[in-house]
């Protein structure tokens, strides 16, 4: 891809911050219902949101357009505010010369995907504050992230003196990204429909090509900053359990014990930040998202279904807690995200002096100091970020302490430690209420509870699942409560999921129902058949120079990778075999990108590692049909679906099933061809152990 003219006329400086907090001025943000959007709307920037409004002026005007890309939990996003869109001098240059659109990602992540993706197309690292410059037709012909103030305001003055002397030059870089944009995945990744099926070499390639990138020190994948990625690990998981891989076994509850040691997770209110700055876990970027830490429960979940480690239990307790404390909206839904910043500081909210911690812990700040890294310098930038360094039993027995009198000083100290931290000033909130982020909640809690069996789990999974349901109207489901906006891809993908699991863990059929209803739903308006995949966004969503297609894993799994799941699972439920196939069909097309790079298609591997082998399907009837469903999702058993009634029901797994002599059965099927009935819950797990 050649380098964009606008490139070598920008001149890259760094000046100090610019503090100009004078809200004097109001922009047409004001009447935003997004946090993010809100935070902007009296710069003296003129910003607009995106809309029909805003580029009928670009086109009107011929003016560039500058769209600036963020959310509100995003720390560098504040600070380029604070340098730049708060100085009047540059929102006057940034007023004169362009056509300014803000746009909260979290609302529009359809608008984010398009010009991130032109960002990385022309060679620069991507991420948040997002800045791209387009023409008056949308088309990107220069980007980037964070700039600081001098270098934002060299910039703005070279692409608008380029965009008056060098038009033609513009137009023709912005066309050849154009033409990258909406390139089809089938043709840049050169996918085929194949066999879905791996075989075991092509298992074993795929596990090696990632084993080679662990990170066997400090767990995970070793590069820095560090994601915690769940879908990789779960994909670990997965394959360690259908192979039998001791090592990969291990690796897996090493890199899980890693993370929730790390200062990446919160040791006093629970619930995990985003990524980690350094390799070892410990300096977290202090937000706090909803995506991870619903995945984060399912992947502890699956943690203790394999090990039964009371650390990835107490790790589950902790971040339900938090998200019940902190998260949890009225309805039932829970908000989106925490800011990193309090006080106009990063992790200020998190971080301790050793005085502070010293003042809570008493007689007991040595034990302490010893556990959690806590230093009279500070381990981090002269405050103390809290991790576990040190094991458990060393420490009891280096103090003379029981288990339980260790556990007592451990609690008592977090919960002073809490109500201390409760006294600060909060980091900002965004409380939307986001439906694909609900529905991976929704899943964290349903298998949180299928590995805790704790009713209370349940409790709060259900009043999640009646807010998720509220959202679906008409055979649509819509992105939030407030707005007239329906779902995107990834909102469908997860929420889809979220009920499927949820029907298998409660076994009330309308979940089931829901899923299949809004599975038609995005068979119609979201599937292309000339590449057998799905588009992020409905045509509904337009205004955009190219619909995308999510296809790679990342913090988040492709809602194509999470459909192409759903379409298997939910077929088998329902006995659509056509559903079934085009799920596997799906699958097909990326096989050779699962072998060659299973790190960022870790969900799309896990899929795949169900179907190479033998897929269960449990049916169960009779009276303690749920209580023997419950026995058997407490086992971690990738490859299976489960279905489980009390009563007659009209379900097609049930057809011809019935509780032997009034007791409850167990069938374990394959391909609709099942073994002998059995009566209790050991005897279905040997028949699906020896298959």
């Not at 100091?369 to 040190?390: C, F, H, P, Q, T």
């Amino acid at each position: 891809m050649r380098i964009p003219f606008i490139i070598f006329l920008f001149v890259f400086a760094c000046q100090p911050k610019s503090q100009n907090e004078m809200f004097e001025h109001t922009n047409k943000l004001v009447d935003s219902t997004s946090p993010y959007l809100q935070q902007h709307a009296h710069n003296p920037v003129d910003w607009q949101e995106w809309g029909k409004e805003a580029l009928d002026q670009a086109k009107k005007e011929d003016k560039p357009i500058l769209v600036s890309i963020g959310y509100s939990s995003c720390h560098w996003c504040h600070v380029m505010e604070k340098e730049s869109f708060e100085d009047t001098a540059i929102a006057n240059i940034m007023n004169k010369y362009f056509i300014n659109i803000k746009v909260d990602r979290e609302e529009r992540p359809d608008v984010d995907q398009v010009y991130m993706d032109a960002v990385q197309a022309m060679g620069l690292q991507g991420g948040w504050p997002l800045n791209v410059f387009l023409t008056p037709d949308q088309k990107p012909f220069y980007g980037g992230t964070y700039f600081p103030k001098q270098g934002w305001s060299n910039l703005l003055t070279s692409v608008a003196d380029a965009f008056e002397k060098n038009r033609a030059k513009i137009d023709e870089s912005a066309d050849e990204f154009t033409r990258s944009l909406q390139a089809k995945e089938s043709e840049k990744y050169k996918l085929e429909g194949t066999a879905y099926k791996l075989t075991e070499e092509e298992i074993d390639t795929a596990y090696q090509n990632l084993a080679k990138k662990f990170d066997s020190t400090d767990g995970g994948i070793k590069k820095s900053p560090k994601f915690p990625m769940p879908s990789v690990w779960q994909y670990l998981a997965a394959y360690s359990t259908i192979t039998d891989n001791e090592t990969a076994r291990n690796h897996f509850e090493f890199t899980l014990e890693k993370i929730a040691n790390g200062g990446i997770y919160d040791h006093i209110g629970g619930g995990f930040a985003r990524y980690s700055t350094d390799e070892e876990w410990h300096v977290p970027h202090f937000e706090k998202m909803l995506y991870d830490n619903g995945q984060l429960l399912s992947l502890y979940a699956s943690g203790f279904k394999l090990s039964r480690n009371p650390k990835f239990k107490t790790t589950i307790y902790e971040t339900i807690e938090w998200l019940k404390r902190e998260m949890l909206d009225e309805s039932g839904g829970f908000y989106s995200a925490l800011d990193a910043d309090s006080e106009g500081e990063e992790g200020k909210f998190y971080v301790w002096t050793h005085d502070e911690l010293a003042k809570i812990a008493g007689e007991n700040i040595e034990l302490l100091s010893d556990y959690y890294d806590i230093k009279k310098s500070g381990n981090w930038e002269g405050k103390n970020a809290l991790r576990v360094v040190a094991s458990e039993p060393e420490l009891q027995k280096k103090y003379n302490l029981s288990k339980d009198e260790f556990n007592a000083i451990i609690s008592q100290f977090k919960q002073e430690a809490l109500s201390k931290r409760e006294t600060r000033i909060r980091p900002g909130l965004d409380n939307k209420l986001i439906a694909g982020w609900n529905g991976l909640t929704l899943s964290g809690l349903t298998e949180s509870y299928q590995a805790l069996q704790d009713s209370s789990i349940l409790e709060l999974a259900n009043t999640n699942a009646n807010f998720i349901k509220s959202l679906v109207k008409g055979g649509k489901l819509y992105r939030f409560p407030d707005k007239d906006l329906e779902g995107f891809m990834e909102d469908y993908a997860a929420v889809i999921q979220s009920f499927i699991k949820h029907y298998e863990t409660t076994s009330d059929r309308t979940y089931l129902e829901l899923a299949h209803t809004l599975t038609k739903r995005v068979e119609e308006v979201f599937f292309d058949e000339s590449e057998n995949l799905y588009y992020f966004s409905s045509e509904a969503n337009a205004n955009l120079i190219a619909r995308k297609k999510e296809l790679f894993d990342n913090v988040i799994p492709s809602s194509n990778s999470i459909m192409a799941w759903n379409l298997v699972h939910l077929g088998t439920h329902l006995y659509d075999d056509e559903m079934v196939q085009k799920g596997q069909s799906i699958l097909a097309q990326v096989r050779e990108l699962i072998i060659q790079e299973p790190e960022y298609m870790s969900n799309w591997a896990m899929l795949a590692m169900e179907l190479a082998g033998s897929f269960a399907e449990v049916i169960i009837v009779g009276p303690q049909a749920k209580e023997f469903a419950n026995e058997i999702n407490e086992q971690f058993l990738p490859n299976k679906i489960i279905s489980a009634s009390t009563e007659e029901t009209d379900l097609p797994p049930f057809e011809m099933k019935t509780a032997m002599n009034g007791e409850t059965t167990i069938y374990i099927c394959y391909n609709k061809s099942c073994k002998r009935p059995v009566t209790t819950v050991k005897e279905a797990l040997s028949q699906i152990e020896a298959n």
